[in-house]
């Protein structure tokens, strides 16, 4: 085979992997889009199998796309016309994998969906490692605006690697290790380049304050355990939780907290989101139904709706958690046991780092009328994602469907608006850890609930 006509098979072989991208859908596997934690990835949904491949990719071929036969065939052409030049004038050597992934990923960029991304055989395992087990992190929280790219410091915590290295809250990640990293999909860049081996070492250079000041931050990577759930007693009958992320793990911690804060005297609670990221969507749905009492809203606590207008649909009804989905899939695990509704005053603190799973649970309390909302505008994340493998090592992530309050609002670039609004005192948004006593988005949720009691 001469080169001509080994290039030739190779642009067959990407148009026929482009027609599988436009068309099929498998393994639904949810991810994180625009805020991570470097320690451990944070899911934004539930892993299901909706269908086998093949007969996706067989149903795939008897729907109408976007794109026809011509299109292709036009595209085609122009492609191995563009080679053609490449051949003729390109200074540097040609690597055929990397021009095949840049046409994969211009696909997904031309759909306009900031969180779709196209997933080659090494970023698919990388991201798909067990991390828990193998890799480190240095203990921060990041954020990734999906507009301009730029990925910001949200969230450090106490005596991490990151921490006892200087990084503040509102650093910008400017380069690792030297290398700019400006527009690489968070995910990617967390596992790929900040997350390693225990005791190892990432130089991280971020751009801090109004004059941008790079500083140099070498970081030992460590295992950084932090607890989903964290509470205390305040003075007098108010219980403090913190809910750092949505895991599989949160709502039996958040039980175990309330548990613990009532046989102390609890009287009225602060639920403290914010900065949290969301996370596993069973989760979010496991606490609303041990919050939040049945005989309101039909008893509905979440929903989603793809562009069908189909989704799935969770209550808290009969003394049960249920959930109904349109897909006729319903996990084994539903319906379970929920006979519980917390009865005291409530305070839910967020942010503009509150996103996703985070914004439904303050949402869904606010829509049903059981707590006040305090701090600033949530993030404005109420869309899915899915990540969708083509059958060959490699995958895609899509936008596939939104979520919904109880009440009929999709959060979307829309957010939640505090009953009380408050913005946290400019002295404090740089500080690495804030006491409550200085904390005057928490002295507001007290008033808060000191305006219930009346």
């Known amino acids: 085979m001469d080169n001509r006509e080994a290039k030739n098979k190779f642009w067959k072989g990407v148009l026929v992997g482009a027609l599988v991208m436009?068309?099929?859908?498998?393994?639904?596997?949810?991810?994180?889009?625009?805020?991570?934690?470097?320690?451990?990835?944070?899911?934004?949904?539930?892993?299901?199998?909706?269908?086998?491949?093949?007969?996706?990719?067989?149903?795939?071929?008897?729907?109408?796309?976007?794109?026809?036969?011509e299109d292709f065939t036009r595209i085609y052409a122009k492609m191995k016309y563009i080679q053609s030049i490449v051949d003729k004038y390109f200074l540097y050597d040609e690597k055929e994998e990397d021009v095949e992934d840049g046409i994969y990923l211009g696909m997904m960029y031309g759909l306009r969906d900031p969180y779709a991304a196209y997933y080659n055989e090494e970023d698919l395992k990388?991201?798909?490692?067990?991390?828990?087990?193998?890799?480190?992190?240095?203990?921060?929280?990041?954020?990734?605006n999906m507009t301009t790219g730029l990925v910001t410091v949200t969230k450090v915590f106490e005596d991490a690697p990151a921490y006892e290295a200087g990084m503040l809250p509102g650093d910008i990640l400017y380069k690792v290790n030297g290398e700019n990293i400006a527009g690489k999909e968070l995910d990617l860049l967390v596992n790929d380049d900040i997350r390693g081996e225990?005791?190892?070492?990432?130089?991280?250079?971020?751009?801090?304050?109004?004059?941008?000041?790079?500083?140099?931050?070498?970081?030992?990577?460590?295992?950084?355990?932090?607890?989903?759930?964290?509470?205390?007693?305040?003075?007098?009958?108010?219980?403090?939780?913190?809910?750092?992320?949505?895991?599989?793990?949160?709502?039996?911690?958040?039980?175990?907290?309330?548990?613990?804060l009532e046989s102390q005297g609890m009287k009225q609670l602060v639920i403290d989101l914010r900065n949290n990221p969301g996370g596993v969507l069973d989760a979010a749905v496991e606490m609303l139904a041990y919050v939040l009492p049945e005989d309101k809203l039909d008893g509905l606590l979440i929903y989603t709706e793809d562009r069908d207008g189909k989704g799935d649909r969770f209550y808290s009804r009969d003394g049960q958690v249920i959930m109904e989905s349109d897909s006729g899939y319903v996990p084994p695990e539903y319906p379970y046991e929920d006979n519980h509704q917390l009865d005291l005053p409530m305070a839910v603190l967020v942010n503009g780092n509150s996103a996703s799973a985070s914004e439904l649970f303050s949402g869904a309390l606010q829509a049903y009328g059981v707590a006040t909302i305090v701090g600033t505008q949530t993030f404005g994340k109420g869309i899915v994602q899915n990540l969708i493998p083509l059958g060959d090592?490699?995958?895609?992530?899509?936008?596939?469907?939104?979520?919904?309050?109880?009440?009929?609002?999709?959060?979307?670039?829309?957010?939640?608006?505090?009953?009380?609004?408050?913005?946290?005192?400019?002295?404090?948004?740089?500080?690495?850890?804030?006491?409550?006593?200085?904390?005057?988005?928490?002295?507001?949720?007290?008033?808060?609930?000191?305006?219930q009691e009346k």
Not at 233 to 247: I, K
């Open 22 to 69: 436009a068309f099929a859908g498998l393994l639904i596997v949810g991810l994180s889009a625009g805020i991570f934690v470097i320690g451990r990835a944070v899911i934004d949904n539930r892993a299901r199998v909706e269908q086998e491949q093949q007969q996706a990719q067989q149903n795939a071929a008897e729907e109408d796309g976007a794109l026809t036969q």
């Open 126 to 144: 990388a991201l798909q490692e067990d991390t828990d087990a193998r890799y480190c992190g240095i203990g921060a929280m990041v954020q990734q």
């Open 198 to 260: 225990e005791n190892t070492y990432v130089t991280i250079t971020v751009l801090r304050g109004e004059d941008s000041k790079e500083i140099d931050l070498k970081i030992q990577r460590r295992e950084v355990l932090v607890p989903s759930v964290e509470y205390e007693m305040l003075d007098g009958d108010t219980g403090y939780v913190y809910v750092m992320q949505f895991d599989n793990e949160t709502c039996g911690g958040f039980v175990e907290a309330i548990e613990d």
């Open 393 to 451: 090592g490699t995958a895609i992530k899509l936008t596939t469907s939104k979520y919904f309050i109880p009440n009929g609002v999709c959060i979307h670039e829309v957010g939640i608006t505090p009953d009380v609004k408050v913005e946290l005192d400019e002295e404090l948004t740089t500080k690495a850890v804030i006491e409550h006593e200085e904390d005057n988005q928490l002295s507001a949720a007290l008033e808060a609930l000191r305006r």
